[in-house]
């Protein structure tokens, strides 16, 4: 794996040297504390025991997915099969989930538990080549994220891969997974005319096409672009579009149909929304999605 090369070029150029090739537990305890900032993921529990091992982090991330993080501390540790079997035993014990978070956030965010797309994030100082291709055969969603510590207080995540499958195929639980009128994304997809989806297709080819580092997750009742956190999802409908922007809509001019949606309830990431019932805003809404990828 290549080596990431920080400088500082205040007066001379001087080279900053990463510290630490494990997993210490204060770093653990840094990423629990900042979870959401990280990676928009709230945490749960730390060290989370079951019946045979522990997970080391368990979080719900900002799509109301279970998120299962594992650190690796040696160079001889296998994270990857090992968070694999804790998902496999999370998706078995649905309910020992759910109530972890009832008493966590509630019973409104438990309610909303979408089980479609749960996932492994693996933090390591280091992976090598043959983790990054073996996550490509697995049929389940596997993040790896490099971390370097500097001095100066800095701390680097790279994400090295963008590994998302199709959602899991199981019945919806919750009637508060679906919408209203009872249709998930993917059937409100297949039932929009075809202006509409060419337009989304045309929208989601776009946003996948800003960087090798942009991953799609389709989820219960958007679609979601995300790096490491959402940049912008969307919702499609018989007569419109939803797009919502991790932006703050202080730095633009509002109008009817771009709307500070901070104080509206809405599915999926942001405070910026616009409404497409036409093609003629394309290009507004290909410049949005530009400037959330770029400023995420």
């Given at each position: 794996?290549?080596?990431?090369?920080?400088?500082?070029?205040?007066?001379?150029?001087?080279?900053?040297?990463?510290?630490?090739?494990?997993?210490?537990?204060?770093?653990?305890?840094?990423?629990?504390?900042?979870?959401?900032?990280?990676f928009a993921v709230r945490f749960l529990a730390s060290e989370y025991r079951i019946d045979n091992g522990r997970m080391d982090s368990i979080g719900i991330d900002e799509n109301n997915c279970p998120v299962i993080f594992e650190y690796k501390r040696s160079s001889s540790e296998n994270v990857i099969n090992q968070g694999l079997f804790y998902l496999n035993w999370l998706l078995e014990h649905k309910a020992n989930f759910k109530l972890l978070v009832l008493e966590t956030y509630g019973k409104a965010v438990a309610n909303n538990i979408d089980w479609s797309?749960?996932?492994?994030?693996?933090?390591?100082?280091?992976?090598?080549?043959?983790?990054?291709?073996?996550?490509?055969?697995?049929?389940?969603?596997?993040?790896?994220?490099?971390?370097?510590?500097?001095?100066?207080?800095?701390?680097?995540?790279?994400?090295?891969?963008?590994?998302?499958?199709?959602?899991?195929?199981?019945?919806?639980?919750?009637?508060?997974?679906?919408?209203?009128?009872?249709?998930?994304?993917?059937e409100r997809y297949q039932e929009a005319p075809q202006k509409f989806k060419d337009l989304y297709d045309e929208l989601a080819d776009y946003a996948m096409s800003l960087g090798d580092d942009v991953s799609q997750s389709t989820l219960k009742l958007y679609s979601a672009f995300k790096k490491i956190k959402n940049f912008c999802t969307m919702e499609i409908y018989r007569t419109k579009i939803l797009i919502n922007f991790r932006l703050n809509p202080d730095n633009f001019v509002l109008t009817e149909t771009l709307r500070d949606v901070r104080n509206i309830g809405h599915w999926g990431c942001g405070d910026l929304q616009l409404i497409m019932r036409d093609g003629t805003e394309i290009n507004i809404a290909k410049e949005l999605i530009m400037k959330a990828y770029q400023n995420n």
């Open positions: 794996m290549a080596e990431l090369k920080l400088f500082r070029i205040n007066g001379t150029v001087e080279e900053l040297k990463s510290k630490s090739v494990t997993i210490e537990r204060e770093l653990q305890r840094i990423i629990e504390k900042n979870m959401q900032e990280f797309m749960p996932r492994v994030i693996c933090i390591a100082s280091d992976f090598n080549k043959y983790d990054e291709e073996s996550i490509k055969q697995i049929n389940r969603n596997v993040s790896l994220i490099r971390y370097k510590q500097y001095d100066l207080g800095l701390l680097l995540f790279e994400l090295l891969n963008a590994n998302t499958v199709a959602p899991i195929d199981n019945e919806v639980s919750e009637r508060s997974h679906r919408q209203a009128d009872g249709k998930t994304f993917s």
